[in-house]
């Protein structure tokens, strides 16, 4: 052990200080024709950039082009939804839902990406370990489904939330549990050849695994002390990490800053003989003495910050160097205890030296013998904790699940987070009931090609409770041409003028593809065989012609003869129309499905997104639920001195269109129906329930009821309070099965939403802090940087050339500059720097312009006269 830590010593006084990032990323070849890599890796900035303390002004400017690009190219681009905006989210990220396989409104996010592993998430790559008992790889995996122990499904679902104010909203949903199989995710870290350690019997430590590094959820964690309890099977781990970790000798000061905020560092004291020889340490944090401290120990300071132990080195006889501290500076604690010769989980879980009683923790080891023991899974799983007054977890839009939890320290690594963004946005089209007075409604919509119509639909004029305005009807069954006399004309040409009427080649029922339109008969001109319409919804006036046609082509029966026939045209379909040879009224009997017949078909509403209106449903009006519609019902539904209650009309998305089988994978479509029911004094209004929806009312905002469907069908029953006037029905149909987008993330990451007509892109902030004097940078090769401003103006690029101020020009010549790589050991140094200032800015401005210029190799030379006279050449 005395071995073990002389070598350590000595590394750690030439390492200096680590900030710790968010992500773990892996080496690669230094080469200038992947820049921005390694300084951007997955839309995040991963480095420093550096200019002299004293730089020119020159160096600066260049150095602020540099950061300038690197924020253009800080971003990732990525969507979702298609019709609207979409959502694009930079870094470290992964969405729930897949190509072809959305995640929709109620649906567990386990069903649609039930294992998240390091091919989604960076922050989830594994690696190898070495002990003295031997070598393994570790894997992780995020779960969110487990058939063999349930976990909870979480959904993005529209309710209220549990707020004083009850707020009406999507939210991604969480409930609080306490059992196991509540827990909303499951952690594992997989141990492929098994990591195995041997036992110290002394003390029952596995002594092998001391100081070894785990990639934890994208932080990384140091094991600082594992115990093995062999009598009762137990196994205790653990693991700290930190923001910054660094060494400092006894008595020495130093000055790190976390978060924006300066924390000066002073080693008061290392006792080598406390603790059993294993030493002890005291710090003064800005003044703040801390407790006296061991090897995995920490303490929290006044304002929350915590400072951990990961080795106390003491002073060795014949060292010429003090005793040192290695620490974590914004430390993490984790412990971890459990039983590991079972399946079962414990509550054995320990955060900043806090129980969390909602987290459990699974160890699964087994002793290979009576020296060495092998752990090869530990499992990890949490269940949501609400903050005090709040029963369940609600997600709102743009938020994730940590700044909801009771405990976000138990999500495990303060890295990572469940996001949600908020509902695809598809793009809608608008279904409105507005109501005209106290005793109308109109129907205004949208249709697939993007008319909008706003139509007459329903009159309670009188008590006549009917489809149209007052005086006109709006028809959508067809009358019956080849019916007997038996049946009146009214019926066999049941559109008169100025009546309405819905045109829609549906091949089916319910067809999601139709065109649809309505027109209005305005007249007829005898004298030259011709029809003119209204239609409504390009605002043109259609004029048609008729012809005279046999009888026999219509019927083997009495029925009132035929004027003529035409063809009218409407998005290219033809609807035949037949004229009533009637001297006074000229009815008509129009085809409105466009089958070439006139048969009581009922025809449909298809608006834009695919959606089916059906107007025929009435009390006392038989519904015409298929083709062929008989005679009464006809008649119930448009005699005027039929008795009738409530009307309805209904909303219908096909199972088809789901991105699963129908509603929750069921097969069935999805019916939404509004109710028109009639009032005294000859009133209409809208009924306050929705069929096949729960609405909800604001707790701040009375007068709105709102919904949302599964498919993504936005409803909003618009009902003034204290006021007796008819309500308003506005619904937001969707251009396409609206999905929600819930993201896995890791670290710094930000979410936009751009125009569906613009590219999806997301530029993600360059932290504050990024930019470096040379003074504040204690090793230029312990991460990448950008150095800027060459030796004789900025000591970090003496160190990189490895030279001194005396020889600082050598190599350097008028009007040329360098852009050179520097490997050191998977990081990655870049130096811009020029005969003089101008010259450095020359070269910045190159960099800047990356994708102008031909950059490979390790270095290329500069040369030019300004800024816009520019020659770049590779340096073999």
């Given at each position: 052990?005395?071995l ?7 590394v750690a006084l030439g ?5 710790l ?11 200038l024709?992947?820049?921005p890599?390694p300084?951007?890796q997955?839309?995040?900035f991963?480095?420093i950039?550096?200019?002299g303390?004293s ?6 400017i ?6 300038t690009?690197?924020?253009?190219s ?6 979702t939804?298609s019709?609207?905006?979409s ?9 729930i839902?897949?190509p072809g396989?959305?995640?929709e ?18 922050a ?5 370990i070495?002990?003295d008992e031997?070598?393994?790889?570790y ?7 487990d058939s ?7 959904y ?5 939330n549990?707020?004083a104010r009850q707020q009406v909203?999507?939210?991604?949903l969480i409930?609080e549990?306490?059992?196991?199989n509540d827990a909303f995710?499951e952690?594992e870290?997989?141990?492929e050849?098994?990591l195995e ?6 003390n029952?430590d596995?002594k092998?695994l001391?100081d070894?590094?785990l ?11 594992s115990?093995?309890d062999?009598?009762?099977d137990?196994a ?7 923001d910054?970790l660094?060494?400092?000798e006894e008595g020495e000061?130093?000055?790190?800053t976390?978060?924006?905020?300066d ?7 290392i006792?080598?003989t406390?603790?059993s020889n294993?030493?002890?340490?005291k710090?003064?944090?800005n003044g703040?003495v ?8 920490t303490d929290?300071l006044?304002?929350g910050l915590?400072?951990g132990?990961r080795?106390?080195m003491?002073n060795?006889?014949?060292d010429?160097?003090q005793d040192i501290v290695e ?20 509550q054995?879980?320990?955060i900043h030296?806090e129980?969390?009683e909602?987290?459990y ?7 290979l013998d009576s020296?060495?023991f092998?752990?090869t899974?530990i ?5 949501a904790d609400a ?6 977890i ?9 700044e909801?939890l009771?405990?976000?320290?138990g999500m495990?690594s303060?890295?990572w987070d469940?996001?949600?963004e908020?509902?695809a946005?598809t ?7 507005t109501?005209v007075?106290?005793?109308?409604y109109r ?10 119509f706003?139509v007459?639909f329903v009159t309670n ?6 489809y149209g305005?007052?005086?006109d009807?709006?028809?959508?069954i067809e009358g019956?041409i080849?019916?007997t006399s ?5 019926r ?13 080649d549906q ?5 999601e ?8 008969y305005?007249?007829i ?11 409504l ?8 012609t008729?012809?005279?046609i046999s009888?026999?082509n ?5 029925v009132p003869?035929?004027l ?15 004229v009533a040879n009637?001297?006074?009224t ?6 409105l499905?466009s ?6 078909d009922?025809?449909?509403?298809t608006?834009?997104g695919?959606?089916?209106l059906?107007?025929?449903g ?8 298929e083709?062929?519609?008989?005679t009464t019902?006809?008649d ?7 008795a009738r209650?409530d009307l ?12 699963e ?6 097969g069935?479509?999805?019916?939404l129906n509004f ?5 005294t ?9 929705i069929g096949?929806l729960?609405?909800y009312?604001?707790?701040d905002?009375?007068d709105?009821r709102?919904g949302l ?8 029953l618009?009902?003034?309070s204290?006021?007796t006037?008819a309500?308003?029905l506005?619904v937001?149909?969707p ?5 929600v987008?819930v993201?896995?993330?890791a670290?710094?990451t930000k979410t936009t939403r ?7 892109v997301?530029?993600?902030?360059i932290e504050?802090?990024a ?6 940078v204690?090793?230029?090769t312990?991460?990448n ?5 060459g ?8 160190e ?6 005396d020889?600082?020009?050598e190599?350097f ?7 050179k790589l520097?490997d050191?050991d ?8 020029g005969?003089?200032?101008?010259d450095t ?5 190159v960099l ?7 950059l490979?190799?390790m270095?290329?030379?500069v040369s030019?006269?300004?800024l816009?006279?520019?020659s ?5």
């Amino acid at each position: 052990m005395k071995l073990k830590k002389a070598i350590k010593k000595i590394v750690a006084l030439g390492a200096g200080m680590t900030m710790l990032g968010a992500s773990v990323f892996g080496a690669m070849a230094a080469n200038l024709n992947t820049y921005p890599e390694p300084f951007i890796q997955d839309g995040v900035f991963n480095g420093i950039i550096v200019v002299g303390d004293s730089a020119a002004a020159s160096d600066v400017i260049g150095s602020v082009d540099i950061a300038t690009s690197l924020q253009f190219s800080a971003s990732t681009p990525a969507g979702t939804g298609s019709g609207g905006s979409s959502v694009a989210i930079s870094g470290d990220a992964v969405a729930i839902g897949r190509p072809g396989n959305i995640l929709e409104i109620q649906e567990a996010i386990g069903d649609v990406r039930e294992t998240v592993t390091e091919l989604d998430l960076d922050a989830l790559k594994g690696g190898l370990i070495v002990t003295d008992e031997g070598a393994t790889q570790y894997n992780q995996f995020l779960r969110f489904k487990d058939s063999s122990n349930a976990l909870q499904d979480i959904y993005v679902t529209f309710t209220e939330n549990d707020d004083a104010r009850q707020q009406v909203a999507d939210y991604l949903l969480i409930d609080e549990g306490n059992t196991i199989n509540d827990a909303f995710f499951e952690y594992e870290i997989q141990f492929e050849e098994g990591l195995e350690s041997a036992i110290d019997t002394s003390n029952q430590d596995l002594k092998d695994l001391e100081d070894e590094q785990l990639n934890i959820l994208g932080t990384v964690f140091t094991v600082v002390e594992s115990d093995i309890d062999t009598v009762n099977d137990k196994a205790t781990l653990e693991l700290i990490s930190g923001d910054a970790l660094d060494t400092l000798e006894e008595g020495e000061t130093k000055t790190y800053t976390l978060n924006g905020k300066d924390y000066e560092v002073t080693v008061i004291a290392i006792c080598d003989t406390c603790n059993s020889n294993e030493g002890s340490v005291k710090f003064s944090v800005n003044g703040e003495v801390t407790d006296s401290l061991q090897d995995g120990e920490t303490d929290v300071l006044a304002d929350g910050l915590e400072i951990g132990i990961r080795d106390i080195m003491p002073n060795e006889a014949g060292d010429v160097t003090q005793d040192i501290v290695e620490f974590f500076l914004g430390a993490s604690k984790v412990e971890l205890v459990d039983t590991y010769d079972d399946s079962t989980y414990s509550q054995g879980v320990k955060i900043h030296s806090e129980s969390i009683e909602d987290a459990y923790v699974q160890i699964k080891g087994t002793e290979l013998d009576s020296k060495t023991f092998e752990i090869t899974t530990i499992k990890y799983r949490l269940v949501a904790d609400a903050m005090a007054g709040q029963n369940n977890i609600y997600i709102s839009a743009g938020h994730g699940v940590k700044e909801y939890l009771d405990e976000p320290e138990g999500m495990l690594s303060p890295n990572w987070d469940i996001r949600y963004e908020g509902l695809a946005d598809t793009g809608v089209s608008t279904i409105r009931l507005t109501p005209v007075g106290d005793d109308k409604y109109r129907l205004e919509f949208e249709n697939q090609q993007g008319q909008m119509f706003n139509v007459p639909f329903v009159t309670n004029q009188d008590g006549i409770f009917k489809y149209g305005s007052d005086d006109d009807d709006l028809w959508f069954i067809e009358g019956n041409i080849s019916l007997t006399s038996s049946l009146t004309e009214e019926r066999i040409f049941p559109i008169s003028d100025d009546d309405y009427f819905v045109l829609s080649d549906q091949d089916s029922e319910f067809d999601e593809t139709a065109y649809s339109s309505v027109l209005r008969y305005t007249s007829i001109d005898t004298s030259n065989s011709q029809l003119s319409f209204d239609d409504l919804g390009s605002g043109s006036t259609r004029q048609v012609t008729y012809e005279s046609i046999s009888a026999s082509n219509l019927t083997t029966g009495g029925v009132p003869s035929v004027l003529g026939r035409a063809e009218l045209v409407i998005g290219g379909n033809s609807y035949y129309v037949y004229v009533a040879n009637h001297s006074s009224t000229y009815n008509l009997g129009i085809d409105l499905n466009s089958d070439a017949d006139v048969n009581h078909d009922e025809v449909r509403l298809t608006v834009h997104g695919g959606g089916v209106l059906d107007l025929n449903g009435m009390t006392n009006g038989a519904h015409a639920a298929e083709d062929n519609a008989s005679t009464t019902s006809i008649d119930n539904i448009y005699n005027e001195s039929e008795a009738r209650g409530d009307l309805w009309v209904t909303l219908l998305s096909k199972a088809s269109e789901f991105d699963e089988n129908g509603q929750n994978n069921t097969g069935a479509n999805e019916t939404l129906n509004f109710y028109i029911h009639t009032r005294t004094n000859n009133e209409v209004g809208l009924n306050s329930t929705i069929g096949g929806l729960t609405v909800y009312t604001p707790e701040d905002d009375d007068d709105h009821r709102l919904g949302l469907s599964m498919y993504g069908v936005s409803v909003d029953l618009y009902d003034p309070s204290g006021s007796t006037d008819a309500e308003t029905l506005t619904v937001e149909y969707p251009l396409l099965q609206r999905g929600v987008d819930v993201y896995i993330t890791a670290g710094a990451t930000k979410t936009t939403r751009v125009g569906g007509s613009s590219e999806a892109v997301t530029v993600q902030r360059i932290e504050v802090g990024a930019a470096k004097l040379a003074s504040e940078v204690r090793d230029i090769t312990a991460q990448n940087a950008i150095v800027v401003g060459g030796p004789c103006a900025n000591a970090a690029a003496r160190e990189l050339m490895g030279v001194t101020m005396d020889n600082c020009a050598e190599g350097f010549e008028d009007g040329k500059a360098m852009i050179k790589l520097f490997d050191n050991d998977g990081q990655v140094a870049l130096l811009v720097a020029g005969s003089s200032a101008a010259d450095t800015r020359r070269a910045s401005r190159v960099l800047a312009n990356f994708d102008t210029y031909d950059l490979s190799g390790m270095e290329v030379e500069v040369s030019g006269t300004s800024l816009s006279d520019i020659s770049v050449e590779t340096v073999a």
